[in-house]
Structure formats: C-alpha cells, structure tokens
C-alpha cells in the first residue's frame, strides 16, 4: 500500500513509510512515486551506460558537495543527483518517479529529511516550479522566509520565532506559485534541524531527539505548526547575513539585481540544474524580487540575544505588512 506524502505543493507515495507527516492517502493525483533501494535503478539491466556530467557544486572550502549528471541505459535514462556520501538519487526525465539509492537507504530519518529537502526542490524546478533554501514561518496570516548560506542560523532563528508563537510552515525549502498578481506559499515539513547548543538555548534535551543522521549529532526536533495543507500569501524574505560589520537588527532591503543575486545565492540547486532548470529558475527568481519585499539582515550575535532578534524581525515585518 502506498502512502502520499504532501510536501512544498507535491504529492509524492512512497511504499515504504517513511517519518514525514502523511495525508494518509493520495488526496491528488500523484506527481512522483519514490523508490527506495541499496542499488540505482541501471544495475537490473544489462545495458552499457553513457554518461553526461552537468554540473558540480562545491562547499566553500572546495570540498565537493554535489554533482548532477544524465545517466543512459539502453532506452532509459535519468538525472543523477550525487552527494560527497553513499546516497545518490535518480530522477527519471519526466520527474515521475526517483529512486533513492546507497548504503544509507537504511537511515529511514535520513533519507526523509533527504525527500523533503533536496528531492522535493529538484521535482519542483523539473516542473518549472521554483523553491528557495529557507524556512518559513506565518506572522499574521503571511509567511515570513528566513534564508542564508549554511551556518547562518536559518533554523535557529526559525525556531525561536515558532516558540515564541509565530507557527512553523515549512522547513529548509520554501516553494511558492504565482496567482493574480500575488506569490503563494506552500507548506512544508515542520521539524527544524538543530546542534545541541542550540536546544540548550530552548531548554531542550537533544538526548531525547532523533538524530539527522546516525553518524550526525544534529538533532530533528518537531515545532508548532500552522495549517500544513493551506498556501498562504509570501509577504517577505529575509537573508540572514554573518557580516560582523552590521549591528543586530540593522535591516537593508535589497532591490533589483541586488535582490535577484542575493536569492540566486540561496537557491540549494544552484549549479546542479539542467539549462531549461536554469531559465525556469531566473525567471521565478526575477519575479520574486519584483514581487516581494527582499530584505538582507545581520545573523543574531549570540543564542542569548535570540529573543531580542526574532521581535526586531516581526517588528519590522509587521511595517513592511503595513
């Protein structure tokens, strides 16, 4: 029995359950199954494989991250999204089915932060429909994004606005549609990935939280959620910036190519998207700076400050909803 999973717009069935929260069954026709499997799908055949890479993208410190490449076998073929680990994910050309494949198939919690995340952004821009790496949570009916590169303190941030009553509507990838004019939001998962120090600051024992990963000690922690069936109006993205420079709560809006440059650096796919990925994702990128406020503001200096943070960045989303 397949069970459908509703993530950032997609319905995704999966026959084995995995720990994401479930509609329980397809409320819509499916748009991908995923298949879970310790070996990629070419090895049951015969047929000699071609291979084209397609791009590569790196860590700051040159350390490869990841790769995509177009596999061939005989008749069929994929989009291989390879990662610096023993996980590899293979997407047929019409995005209908991937196949998640690698020694750590078995790490059941890994592999679905790995459909809700890196799967679920690359089915969307396969279909033309774009996705940010942000968080999210809905202030006054709107969501607020908050991104910035890895270390930023995305989920930390989010987290602290969810506690302090603000609800979680997605986690790590943020996907939106355009309709009359105004960009829609579509929920996502609801738990934060978070290090230890940052539970302590929340008064949380990640002894008593699941792990990311087994060989990880990030820790998934479940958050109050808003509606997580319902598209709500985007009103503002913020990108937390590490720029020492900036004093706490000093906000900047971006504007234009300013703006546009900032969310391209935020996008998780960014050098691993086929050309047609690429022109979908400039123009949704374009649209979005046009369409909504950009806002560009200093990471929080310290968990002790937390709180101080999260109300200048509701405080001034609130003017900017005005």
């Not at 090895?43 to 350390?63: K, N, S, Y």
């Not at 607020?144 to 609800?167: D, V």
Request: hydrophobic content about 45%; charged content about 20%.
């Amino acid at each position: 029995m397949e069970t459908g999973y509703l993530l950032h717009g997609l319905t995704l069935v999966s026959a084995q359950s995995l720990p994401i929260q479930a509609s329980g069954q397809v409320l819509h026709a499916k748009d991908a199954t995923i298949i879970i499997q310790a070996v990629p799908p070419w090895q049951r055949g015969g047929h000699a494989l071609v291979c084209e890479l397609i791009g590569t993208q790196h860590f700051a410190d040159g350390v490869l991250s990841r790769s995509l490449e177009r596999v061939r076998a005989g008749p069929e073929s994929w989009l291989v999204l390879r990662f610096n680990m023993d996980l590899g994910l293979a997407f047929t050309e019409d995005g209908r089915e991937v196949h998640i494949f690698g020694g750590l198939v078995e790490d059941l919690e890994y592999v679905a932060g790995v459909v809700a995340g890196p799967v679920a952004s690359f089915l969307r821009w396969q279909r033309g429909w774009a996705s940010l790496h942000a968080s999210a949570v809905v202030v006054d009916g709107r969501v607020m994004a908050i991104g910035g590169q890895s270390g930023a303190g995305k989920s930390t941030t989010t987290a602290a606005l969810a506690l302090r009553g603000h609800p979680l509507f997605s986690d790590d990838v943020l996907g939106w549609r355009s309709e009359s004019g105004r960009l829609l939001a579509c929920p996502g998962p609801v738990r934060v990935k978070l290090w230890p120090d940052s539970l302590a600051a929340f008064d949380l024992n990640p002894e008593s939280l699941p792990r990311v990963r087994t060989d990880l000690n990030k820790r998934l922690f479940q958050l109050p959620e808003a509606a997580n069936d319902t598209e709500l109006p985007l009103g503002a993205v913020y990108l937390l910036s590490t720029d020492m420079g900036a004093s706490l709560g000093d906000i900047h809006e971006l504007h234009g190519a300013e703006a546009f440059i900032a969310l391209k650096a935020n996008c998780r796919d960014d050098s691993v998207l086929t050309p047609a990925m690429r022109v979908r994702q400039f123009e949704a990128l374009a649209e979005l700076a046009r369409c909504v406020p950009v806002r560009q503001v200093r990471a929080h200096p310290g968990l002790n400050r937390l709180t101080e943070f999260t109300d200048s960045l509701v405080a001034d989303f609130r003017r900017v909803a005005a």
